[in-house]
């Protein structure tokens, strides 16, 4: 099956840096890819859709300028956590969608766990 | 028995029982519902999926119910085996080129020996 990943798979960072988190579809081409954040015990909450070549689209009450989304290519987006604090801290997870058989599948990487110090 | 908790509701089975999880979807113009398995530290697996033009779909050991009359989605396991243990979601599509879905709320299903 159509596998993506993520990388990395965890991170540690101080409070005001900045993190890259990325997303690869590995054996096929995603036109939009998807990011999640999970809190402990909670649902995945959709963060933005991402196509390729285009901007991202945000969800309400996600900051575009604080979660910078890139998706150069038809293979990878990636996800920068700009001027990280305690509270960003979170499970983050993305998803490529691909179309098989004229339906979109889905698959979702392994998860980033990003934690601010 | 199950549970609601404060964030995630949970429910205990013996092994080889079956389970069944429900979820309570919101768009009643979603088409597309899909069953998911989260283990801890994991991203989301497919378990299983349904459209809105069937009310019952099976697989291996599970099966998912459909009812649209009241918005609601169930997910069958039989014989619960200790490797299900873990959270389960139900996500539903409302159509469009973008597949966005929507996430519902999770259940915690453990499995004792």
């Known amino acids: 099956g159509a596998v993506v990943s993520q990388h990395p798979s965890w991170v540690i960072c101080k409070s005001g840096t900045s993190v890259k988190i990325e997303c690869r579809s590995l054996?096929?081409?995603?036109?939009?890819m998807f990011w999640y954040r999970q809190f402990p015990k909670q649902s995945l909450m959709l963060m933005a859709t991402?196509?390729?070549?285009?901007?991202?689209?945000?969800e309400q009450g996600v900051e575009k300028d604080k979660f910078l989304i890139n998706h150069a290519s038809l293979t990878l987006s990636t996800l920068t956590v700009t001027s990280a604090h305690p509270e960003d801290s979170s499970f983050y997870i993305c998803?490529?969608?691909?179309?098989?058989?004229?339906?979109?599948?889905?698959?979702f990487g392994p998860g980033t766990r990003l934690t601010v110090t | 028995g199950e549970s609601v908790g404060l964030h995630l509701p949970t429910l205990s089975v013996q092994e080889g029982d079956n389970s069944i999880i429900n979820c309570a979807y919101s768009?009643?113009?979603?088409?597309?519902f899909i069953w998911y398995k989260q283990e801890s530290g994991k991203g989301p697996q497919f378990i299983i999926d349904?459209?809105?033009?069937?009310d019952k779909r099976q697989g291996q050991r599970v099966t998912v119910l459909l009812n649209k009359t009241v918005k609601h989605l169930s997910l069958q396991i039989a014989a619960t085996q200790p490797g299900d243990s873990a959270v389960y979601f139900c996500a539903e599509n409302s159509g469009g080129s973008n597949y966005k879905l929507t996430f519902g709320k999770g259940t915690l299903l453990t499995v004792n020996p």
């Open positions: 991402s196509n390729e070549g285009s901007k991202a689209t945000y």
């Open positions: 349904i459209r809105s033009n069937m």
């Open positions: 768009n009643s113009a979603s088409d597309y």
């Open positions: 054996d096929f081409q995603a036109t939009t």
């Open positions: 998803s490529a969608t691909s179309l098989a058989g004229g339906t979109y599948e889905q698959y």
